[in-house]
C-alpha cells in the first residue's frame, strides 16, 4: 500500500514560523514534523511515499530528497496553488495508482501505529478518529460498530485524526481544481461506505503554537 502526506498547507495561525518555513517542516522537539510520520511510515511498512507541496514546497523536496535517507522512496505532487485536501489528492491519483492508500495530514504529530492500516477496507474510506481535543469540542463524526456516520443526533462524537486509507473510487467524478474531502466522505458515509477507528495513543492538530507545545511535550516525555 501506497501513503500520501498532505503537506500543502501554509499554516496561517502559526506565523511568524511559516513566513519561512512550510509547516510540515517545523519542528517538534528538534525534528521536522514531516519526518516523525516518514520514519513512522517506514517502521510499519509503508515504503512509497507520496508528498503534495505548495507553500515552500522546495524546501519539503529539498530537505527529505527522495526518501532514501528515510528508507522510503518519495514522489512529490506540486500544486503551485493549493488544491485544499480533496484537489490535492485527486490531482495525486496518478502516482498512487488503483488501489487503496494510506493518507496522512502533515500538520499532525502521533504515536499512532500505522501498520495496523495495511488491511483491505470494506468501502469507499477508513477514517482514524481521536478524542474531541479542547480546540474542537464537538467533534466530527460518529463511530458505531465500526462504521463512521456523519449528524448522528444526542449521538458521542470523534473527532477526524487526519489519518485515513482512502480508495480512488471515492474520487469518482471529481475534476481538477480545488475542493474539499469532508462532502466526499460525507456522501460515502451515507451509502454505508466508510468505516474507522478509535485512534489508540497520542495525537496533536499542530494548528497553533500552543499545541506545537503540547506535541513537544508528549515527544519529550516519551524520550
Given at each position: 500500500?501506497?501513503?500520501?502526506?498532505l503537506a500543502?498547507?501554509?499554516g496561517?495561525?502559526?506565523?511568524?514560523?511559516?513566513l519561512t518555513?512550510?509547516?510540515?517542516?517545523v519542528?517538534?522537539?528538534?525534528?521536522?514534523?514531516?519526518e516523525?510520520h516518514?520514519?513512522?511510515?517506514?517502521?510499519?511498512g509503508?515504503?512509497?511515499?507520496?508528498?503534495?507541496?505548495a507553500w515552500?514546497?522546495?524546501?519539503?523536496e529539498?530537505?527529505?530528497?527522495?526518501?532514501?535517507?528515510?528508507?522510503?522512496?518519495?514522489?512529490?505532487?506540486?500544486?503551485?496553488?493549493?488544491l485544499?485536501?480533496?484537489?490535492?489528492?485527486?490531482?495525486?491519483?496518478?502516482l498512487?495508482?488503483?488501489?487503496?492508500?494510506?493518507?496522512v495530514?502533515?500538520?499532525i504529530?502521533t504515536?499512532?501505529?500505522?501498520?495496523?492500516?495495511?488491511?483491505?477496507?470494506?468501502?469507499?474510506?477508513?477514517l482514524?478518529?481521536?478524542?474531541?481535543?479542547?480546540?474542537?469540542?464537538?467533534?466530527?463524526?460518529t463511530?458505531?460498530?465500526?462504521r463512521?456516520?456523519?449528524?448522528?443526533?444526542?449521538?458521542p462524537?470523534?473527532?477526524?485524526?487526519?489519518?485515513?486509507?482512502l480508495?480512488?473510487?471515492?474520487f469518482?467524478?471529481?475534476?481538477?481544481?480545488?475542493?474539499?474531502?469532508?462532502?466526499?466522505?460525507?456522501?460515502?458515509?451515507?451509502?454505508?461506505?466508510?468505516?474507522?477507528?478509535?485512534?489508540k495513543?497520542?495525537?496533536?492538530?499542530?494548528g497553533?503554537?500552543?499545541?506545537?507545545?503540547?506535541?513537544?511535550?508528549?515527544?519529550?516525555a516519551?524520550?
Amino acid at each position: 500500500m501506497k501513503a500520501m502526506i498532505l503537506a500543502a498547507g501554509k499554516g496561517e495561525r502559526m506565523r511568524p514560523l511559516t513566513l519561512t518555513t512550510p509547516k510540515p517542516l517545523v519542528r517538534a522537539g528538534g525534528v521536522p514534523l514531516i519526518e516523525y510520520h516518514l520514519r513512522a511510515l517506514a517502521a510499519a511498512g509503508f515504503s512509497e511515499i507520496v508528498i503534495n507541496h505548495a507553500w515552500l514546497g522546495q524546501q519539503i523536496e529539498d530537505y527529505l530528497g527522495d526518501g532514501s535517507p528515510f528508507g522510503v522512496s518519495i514522489q512529490y505532487s506540486p500544486e503551485g496553488e493549493p488544491l485544499e485536501t480533496g484537489g490535492g489528492i485527486f490531482r495525486a491519483l496518478p502516482l498512487l495508482g488503483d488501489d487503496a492508500f494510506l493518507v496522512v495530514n502533515g500538520d499532525i504529530w502521533t504515536d499512532y501505529d500505522f501498520s495496523v492500516l495495511h488491511q483491505p477496507i470494506n468501502g469507499l474510506a477508513h477514517l482514524v478518529l481521536a478524542d474531541n481535543p479542547a480546540h474542537h469540542p464537538a467533534g466530527d463524526f460518529t463511530l458505531t460498530d465500526g462504521r463512521v456516520h456523519d449528524g448522528q443526533p444526542d449521538a458521542p462524537t470523534l473527532t477526524y485524526s487526519g489519518i485515513a486509507v482512502l480508495h480512488p473510487q471515492l474520487f469518482d467524478g471529481c475534476a481538477d481544481g480545488a475542493f474539499k474531502l469532508a462532502p466526499l466522505l460525507r456522501k460515502a458515509m451515507a451509502g454505508g461506505q466508510v468505516s474507522g477507528e478509535r485512534l489508540k495513543g497520542h495525537w496533536v492538530d499542530v494548528g497553533t503554537h500552543e499545541r506545537l507545545a503540547e506535541a513537544e511535550a508528549l515527544i519529550e516525555a516519551s524520550r
